[in-house]
């Protein structure tokens, strides 16, 4: 029978297996057909292969938790071991793809479930990729990543990251402080996801020099995109014309992934959203592909995807 151990040297034992040892047998419970046993920095793990592979990235995931918060809890327990051991979750399929990136922690950023391996998969073969779907499935993550690796890899130049700034219409001249302070909240999220990839003060040097620009889809108008990774996120709330806009705005060299989820565009009409009339205009052109996402691949908190799934049958 197939054997392996497992060292958490840095790591407290106390809080990687919790009080009385209970996350420890959350994992073990989770695994039926592997055997785990715990003797100070060292986890020694006996059964199936696949049992014992998955067992590894789930201690692996809680540890890097664990050194990035100082704590776990049994909600990041469950979060982990859904990724894993879900019947419903497509990563327990082993199907998840290689890094696309590691961050300044040394943490692994890559594809986590078949939908997200198929995104970074068709952004690597094709100029403009539509990602379709629900919140929580990584797709803005998943972008601004590969955005991130191509840049490092030289592939382009510099990273633009847009979004609709406001519902519907953009009007930032009724919010109150100056244009950064209009726009922050809209573009927090994408600084937030950049700052999960690039130390501080390199991401602070890059945006001084316009190498990565954060900017709202209104202020794309007029400009040509040579030699960059060009992304839109919250592409449900752009407008047919505002979609064209930003999809005219590729010039030599640059690369586009689109990201939006369809069923909740703040727009007044569902039929006016770019994002939903896309799909039927562009579709089959060469070097255009839509990746679509599903509540499956849900990778937040173990109840989004069930929240989903509920919405879902509420609207149906």
């Given amino acids: ?27 073990e419970d989770a695994f039926p057909h592997t055997q785990i046993t715990a003797r100070g920095t060292q986890i020694y793990l006996q059964g199936d292969q696949e049992s014992i592979d998955q067992v590894e ?11 990035r918060n100082d704590n776990l809890t049994e909600d990041d327990v469950d979060t982990v071991l859904a990724l894993f051991t879900d019947e419903d979750a497509p ?6 793809g290689d890094a696309i ?6 943490e692994v950023i890559k594809p986590r479930t078949p939908n997200q391996n198929r995104l970074v998969e068709s952004a690597r073969t094709n100029d403009v990729v539509f990602a379709i779907g629900p919140a929580g499935t990584g797709k803005t993550y998943v972008a601004v990543a590969l955005a991130v ?3 490092k890899e030289h592939h382009v ?5 847009s979004r609709p700034a406001v519902e519907a219409g953009e009007q930032l001249g009724f919010l109150p402080g100056d244009f950064y302070e209009k726009v922050d909240p809209y573009l927090r999220p994408l600084y937030d996801s950049l700052g999960d990839m690039l130390p501080r003060e390199k991401l602070a040097e890059l945006l001084e020099h316009d190498r990565i620009e954060v900017v709202p889809l209104a202020y794309m108008r007029g400009r040509t995109l040579k030699d960059a990774f060009v992304i839109l996120d919250e592409a449900q709330n752009a407008t047919t014309g505002q979609m064209k806009m930003f999809l005219t705005r590729l010039g030599p060299d640059s690369r586009a992934i689109v990201t939006g989820d369809i069923t909740q565009t703040d727009l007044n009409s569902r ?3 770019g994002l939903v009339q896309v ?11 839509f990746v679509y996402l599903e509540r499956e691949d849900v990778v937040r908190h173990r109840l989004v995807r069930e929240i989903i799934a509920a919405y879902e049958q509420h609207d149906s």
């Fill in 1 to 27: 029978m197939p054997e392996k151990r497992l060292s958490i040297e840095g790591a407290d034992p106390l809080l990687l297996f919790g009080f009385n040892d209970v996350f420890l047998r959350k994992v």
């Fill in 157 to 161: 130049k510099r990273i633009v990251l």
């Fill in 91 to 96: 990563a327990s399929h082993g199907e998840a």
């Fill in 279 to 289: 799909q039927h205009i562009l579709k089959g052109i060469n070097g255009i592909d």
């Fill in 57 to 67: 990235q789930v201690f692996n995931e809680l540890l890097v938790l664990l050194d």
């Fill in 149 to 151: 690796a191509a840049m």
């Fill in 271 to 273: 039929n006016a959203s």
């Fill in 101 to 106: 990136l590691f961050t300044p922690e040394g």
